[in-house]
């Protein structure tokens, strides 16, 4: 199974909020470490992952913070992850500010060891020109990660995704992208998650904690569920409709198993022929 099939067309990001309704999107992102400390500033955030994955799985993708202000090493927070959200289809590592590159690496190639069917994403300022400014590795992690999530949470940077053709796009060098907004800081974040539903993998939005949640979560739902842009072809589906289509499946199967079934059970296979018809309808 292609890691690609892990890529949420909608999705909400969480630092410490616990399990809440996310009714209208369909995954979310929740911060599950802090390099290798399972919290920090008295908040578990192991514990809070393990909160929303029994409430939400499969639905919860993990996320961790690789380098300042959290450890430098690259190896025990890839095993400090696999430890807390073992066998998920797609981890994504947030960094912001100076790191080796070696430890990129080290990160990176460790979570392909111990996961090695999982998408692996990073999450950062949406160019390289900020990245470095910041001391991110940028060519290191276009080089060591599957698929970028770039932060877009200012007028500028929504700009930078815009232009024809865009620096955020070819700085990501090919690879998926799966846009992150910032309602509380852009007014027109609607454009930037337009954009990232409608010519890339996905859109989500910080953060579940953010007193404005109810509001946007209503706005990104509505868009992603616009069936009639003009650009769209009849029974074409776009790559965020393929990444909403693979993630149902991986629903279906997950409770499936989780209830008892097998793998090999005519129910579920009937249950995945079902979805495979609706999403070529």
Known sequence: MSGRLGIPRTAAWVWHCGPRSIFGLDAVFVRCASGTSRGSDAFDYAANFK????????????????GPPASLDGLGAADLLCDIAPGRPLYVAELQFEIPGEEVVAFARRVRQREPDALLGFTSVPTRA???????????CVE?????????????????????????????GG????????P???GGWMETARAGLS?????????????SFPTWR????????????????????????????????IAIVQAHVDAGGRLE?????????????????
């Open 265 to 281: 059970d005519d129910q579920l296979l009937t249950g995945v022929e079902r979805a495979l018809r609706d999403g070529t309808a």
């Open 175 to 182: 690879k998926p992208i799966h846009v992150a907004t910032f």
């Open 144 to 172: 060591e990660f599957d698929v970028g999530l770039p932060q877009v949470y200012t007028p500028m940077q929504r700009e930078l995704l815009l232009e024809q053709p865009s620096p955020v796009v070819t700085d990501m």
């Open 199 to 211: 010519r890339h993998a996905g859109a989500s939005a910080w953060s579940v904690d953010q007193s």
């Open 218 to 249: 209503r706005q990104l739902s509505k868009l992603a569920s616009d069936e009639n842009r003009p650009d769209r072809l009849p029974g074409q589906r776009t790559p965020s409709e393929d990444a909403l289509l693979a993630n149902r499946i």
């Open 130 to 140: 900020e990245a470095e400014a910041a001391g991110v590795p940028w060519e290191t």
């Open 51 to 66: 909160r929303w994955a029994s409430a939400r799985s499969p639905s919860v993708i993990p996320w961790t913070w690789l």
């Open 184 to 186: 509380d800081s852009d």
